[in-house]
């Protein structure tokens, strides 16, 4: 019988897959350029979509997804300032990337939430035995 060669794949410190990780990092970066995928947002309609993130926590993730150059921030000059965030044309790149990570969470996190509630269960009644 033949045998199979598995190819490692190279991802040491610093690789790509590394690297585009770090852009997307963060608590509400990828759930940000998801709905920026629909079109140009304000900053409270983005607020709205996220409930549960503060003020400080959202202005903190949208400077750093404008200083990586995935989104475009637009101020209007007027009282009150007006602004707007939209996807970059290096953020639109992530779309498919993006669409790919919600496919895979919609087939799979709710197996894993089950796995890892079943797992909690054993070891409990494991615990009482």
Not at 29 to 40: A, P, Y
Not at 42 to 62: A, D, S
Not at 82 to 89: H, T
């Amino acid at each position: 019988m033949a045998r199979t060669r598995h190819h490692r794949l190279d991802c040491s410190p610093g690789c790509a897959v590394e690297a585009t990780l770090q852009l997307i990092d963060g608590k509400w970066k990828g759930v940000v350029l998801f709905h920026l995928f629909s079109g140009t947002l304000r900053f409270n309609e983005i607020r709205r979509l996220l409930p549960n993130v503060t003020q400080r926590m959202l202005t903190n993730q949208l400077r750093e997804l404008e200083a990586d150059g995935l989104i475009a921030r637009k101020v209007y000059a007027e009282v009150p300032p007006k602004v707007e965030y939209s996807l970059s044309a290096r953020g639109r790149t992530l779309e498919p990337i993006m669409m790919a990570l919600k496919a895979w969470g919609d087939a799979h996190v709710d197996k894993a939430a089950y796995a890892r509630a079943r797992a909690a269960d054993e070891h409990a009644a494991a615990g009482s035995a």
